[in-house]
């Protein structure tokens, strides 16, 4: 069973960074996708951005303000956004699936296998 730990969320004010990371406990990381989504009050659960395990990057929005990266030796995987607004505030969730490619997966259908508990990103003045 593969766990998904998310950290570095929290409040930010409008135009700040906020770093999330996302780590995984597996010996076989480099052989998922990974992929990070977010979720506001009353809207549907969204792709943000995902990498598969060689590194090929799908960004479904915010282009150019969030950026993914990951780190197969520490089983880490990153999303920098920038430039923040208050429509960002959601909780974000990463996600892997083995059996996804990254534009698979930030297709959302299907929906990948496993999942982290979230961490909120509150952008407020």
């Known amino acids: 069973q593969l766990q998904l730990v998310e950290s570095g969320g929290g409040l930010v004010q409008p135009g700040g960074s906020l770093r999330l990371s996302c780590a995984a406990s597996?010996?076989?990381?480099?052989?998922?996708?990974i992929g990070w989504f977010r979720q506001a009050p009353g809207k549907e659960r969204e792709a943000v951005s995902c990498?598969?395990?060689?590194?090929?990057k799908v960004a479904n929005s915010e282009q150019g303000r969030f950026t993914i990266t990951r780190d197969n030796a520490r089983n880490m995987v990153y999303l920098q956004m920038n430039t923040l607004k208050p429509e960002d505030t959601a909780v974000y969730y990463c996600?892997?699936?083995?059996?996804?490619?990254?534009?698979?997966?930030?297709?959302?259908?299907?929906?990948?296998?496993?999942w982290g508990q979230g961490t909120q990103v509150t952008v407020s003045s």
């Open positions: 597996t010996f076989a990381f480099a052989y998922y996708t």
């Open positions: 996600a892997a699936d083995r059996h996804l490619t990254s534009q698979t997966m930030c297709a959302t259908s299907p929906l990948p296998t496993y």
């Open positions: 990498i598969s395990g060689s590194g090929t």
